[in-house]
């Protein structure tokens, strides 16, 4: 079992930056697929971004690609979520999630992630 906690959200500009942290306790960081959504007032959540265990493989949305960077330290048991160019569209609470698994691949599917952290506000002013 996992949990996990967000860090890093906040108001920032229009073009602005942003870098969220998604810390898990546990040793076994290394056996679980993160991925990052986020989900804005009235609307569905949405995948943004997810890692493979190792970090070799990354899936980002559309709608962040070229914008948005997932990492992951392994020995440091987070995952990161670089934001870059933010838009007001961008604001929403963004959650980490992370699943165990033995799939190399980055898991896509919200029902495949089995944690999941409170979630950090992400505002962009324009």
């Known amino acids: 079992q996992v949990q996990l906690v967000e860090s890093g959200g906040g108001l920032v500009q229009a073009g602005g930056s942003l870098r969220l942290s998604c810390a898990a306790s546990g040793r076994t960081f290394s056996s679980y697929a993160v991925g990052w959504f986020r989900q804005a007032p009235g609307k569905e959540r949405d995948l943004v971004a997810g890692?493979?265990?190792?970090?070799?493989?990354?899936y980002y949305a559309d709608f962040v690609k070229g914008r948005f960077t997932i990492s992951r330290d392994n020995a440091k048991n987070t995952a990161y979520l670089q934001m870059h160019s933010l838009k007001p569209e961008d604001t929403a609470v963004y959650y980490c999630?992370?699943?165990?698994?033995?799939?190399?691949?980055?898991?896509?599917?919200?029902?495949?992630?089995?944690?999941w952290g409170q979630g950090t506000q992400v505002t962009v002013s324009s």
């Open positions: 999630a992370a699943t165990p698994t033995l799939r190399v691949g980055v898991l896509l599917r919200e029902r495949e992630y089995g944690y």
């Open positions: 890692i493979s265990l190792s970090g070799g493989t990354t």
